[in-house]
DNA sequence: CCTGAAAACCATAGCCG
DNA sequence: CGGCTATGGTTTTCAGG
């Protein structure tokens, strides 16, 4: 399971983007377009490269603001873990959603348009997820370094 | 700036996956493979879509270990938050980073391979960010729902 | 704004170093 | 494994409704 210096360049640069034809991609990383593209369905099959995805503008789409919200559950038994996760999951607005370690708590990540749509939000969806006790909204003000991909 | 509801369906097709064929998009929204590009296309240029990335296997690259980081600077004065923001911008392992309301902390977002890893990460880079007064680490234990992009 | 066809381009497979 | 070549499909453009 280990990664060339190709393989590895490969990565990083359809991480960046994928829109790049193969002919690009061979000239970024020095391989002819049938060997990148050789290393790159391999890449796929291995599971390195998952997928695919259009990058949307955030504040083009209206959304400008961004969340992180810190929810406790009543109690860590199974059956309400399972009730919160499938409900955090079945809600397009919670974009992600981490269990952390530590009190046991989740951090759903969440974007709205502006404040009254994030006071629904809160109080209509996160705040009635079952098993809820406490939550703790801290709000981004500023993205200083937006997500683009793992080292590679 | 308002959206069709076509042009919605482009916007959550190409972001649950952008290598689907315009005759596949076609298909799946109800147009012809030209009637999918051109909107396509003028959706980029309108900025709703910014760039197309492959989503690379955070387990299969080894990145196994999945933090949030919270971060206190020793001053809000403008000089300290630059000299912050640029470091963490030139690090790779911070994959983002957010300036957030309330305590005026930061919150980093790291991966690393294994606990030494971040114990490096976190005394190398992390503590030694230019202006860090306290840091206080959060590891996700699970990913519940993983990102995968806005509500359109 | 759409469709449908034509042109350019590109991914993909086979074959040879 | 990488490069080259051939071919079939896809993007992209354009005329016309």
Redesign the interface.
């Known amino acids: 399971?280990q990664l060339s210096q190709a393989d590895r360049n490969i990565?990083r640069s359809?991480?960046?983007?994928?829109?790049l034809s193969m002919a690009d991609l061979g000239a970024l990383v020095g391989l002819s377009p049938s060997a990148c593209h050789r290393r790159l369905r391999a890449l796929e099959e291995?599971?390195?490269?998952?997928?695919?995805?259009?990058?949307?503008?955030?504040?083009?789409?209206g959304?400008v603001m961004?969340f992180?919200i810190e929810v406790s559950l009543v109690s860590q038994s199974e059956p309400v873990l399972e009730a919160f996760?499938s409900a955090?999951?079945a809600i397009?607005?919670?974009?992600?959603?981490?269990?952390?370690?530590?009190q046991s708590d989740?951090?759903l990540?969440v974007?709205c348009e502006d404040a009254p749509a994030f006071e629904r939000l809160h109080r209509d969806l996160v705040a009635r997820l079952p098993g809820v006790a406490r939550v703790h909204s801290?709000?981004?003000?500023?993205?200083?370094?937006?997500?683009?991909?793992?080292?590679?």
């Open positions: 399971m990565l359809v991480q960046r983007d994928s829109s291995r599971g390195l490269v998952k997928g695919y995805r259009a990058v949307l503008g955030q504040r083009e789409l959304l961004h992180f996760e955090v999951r397009p607005e919670i974009l992600e959603c981490h269990l952390m370690a530590g989740y951090i990540r974007v801290n709000m981004s003000i500023r993205e200083v370094k937006p997500l683009a991909g793992y080292p590679v």
